[in-house]
């Protein structure tokens, strides 16, 4: 670290920091609440999400308990064929965005299969668009997670090392300065006391 400067200069330089740094803070700590409030809006939505995963699986269980034969083929009924995303920005952060899901169906005859099987494509379809929809969010929740730990570590870094170092350089410098002034005061009545007596002489 450069050794500090116990002059005019470097107390207006340090000045000029505490107020860039004490500028700076606020708009600091006004995003990282403001990313709080986004992650634990977030954290509801992917909550909410796995409830409606739960509940989709236990309406199956009751409404298709016919899914138990294991003679009727279901396999490849129906399969994710593009899956649109988009981002957004949120506070400085990239977060993914469901745009929307295409599915593909596999063509099956209505006589070979059973009836219940048009009902069990439709609900296979809202089970793989629920489980992507929980992955984004679940990437979202974690980008969220790291831009307020980095915000966080900037705002304590301003408020617990960088303005206080400040303010102690400020301090130091000025009584440096203050004592550098006493000394030259004394130094000159010493002075102006010896030509008084050379002048008695």
Same mark, same amino acid.
């Given at each position: 670290?450069?050794?500090?400067?116990?002059?005019?200069?470097?107390?207006?330089?340090?000045?000029?920091?505490?107020?860039?740094?004490?500028?700076? !803070?606020?708009?600091?700590?006004?995003? =990282?609440?403001? /990313?709080?409030?986004?992650?634990? *809006?977030?954290?509801?939505?992917? @909550? $909410?999400?796995?409830?409606?995963?739960?509940?989709?699986?236990?309406?199956?269980?009751?409404?298709?308990?016919?899914?138990?034969?294991?003679?009727?083929?279901?396999?490849?009924?129906?399969?994710?064929?593009?899956?649109?995303?988009?981002?957004?920005?949120?506070?400085?952060?990239?977060?993914?965005?469901?745009?929307?899901?295409?599915?593909?169906?596999?063509?099956?005859?209505?006589?070979?299969?059973?009836?219940?099987?048009?009902?069990?494509?439709?609900? !296979?379809?809202?089970?793989?668009?629920? =489980?992507?929809? /929980?992955?984004?969010?679940?990437? *979202?929740?974690?980008?969220?997670? @790291? $831009?307020?730990?980095?915000?966080?570590?900037?705002?304590?870094?301003?408020?617990?090392?960088?303005?206080?170092?400040?303010?102690?350089?400020?301090?130091?410098?000025?009584?440096?300065?203050?004592?550098?002034?006493?000394?030259?005061?004394?130094?000159?009545?010493?002075?102006?006391?010896?030509?008084?007596?050379?002048?008695?002489?």
């Amino acid at each position: 670290m450069a050794r500090l400067s116990l002059s005019k200069s470097s107390l207006a330089k340090q000045q000029r920091q505490l107020q860039t740094f004490e500028r700076y !803070l606020p708009s600091l700590d006004l995003k =990282r609440r403001q /990313l709080l409030v986004e992650r634990a *809006r977030a954290q509801d939505e992917r @909550t $909410a999400l796995e409830q409606a995963i739960a509940a989709l699986r236990a309406q199956v269980r009751e409404q298709l308990p016919m899914l138990a034969n294991t003679e009727i083929p279901l396999a490849e009924l129906t399969h994710v064929a593009q899956v649109q995303i988009d981002e957004e920005n949120r506070m400085g952060t990239r977060l993914p965005r469901l745009v929307g899901v295409d599915f593909t169906r596999t063509d099956y005859g209505c006589l070979s299969r059973p009836h219940w099987v048009d009902p069990l494509v439709e609900r !296979l379809e809202q089970m793989l668009e629920l =489980r992507l929809r /929980l992955h984004l969010q679940q990437r *979202r929740v974690a980008l969220l997670e @790291t $831009a307020v730990r980095k915000v966080t570590q900037r705002v304590n870094l301003f408020e617990k090392v960088l303005i206080p170092r400040t303010r102690a350089h400020i301090k130091r410098i000025r009584v440096a300065l203050s004592d550098a002034e006493r000394a030259a005061v004394v130094r000159s009545k010493i002075a102006k006391a010896k030509r008084q007596r050379g002048g008695l002489a």
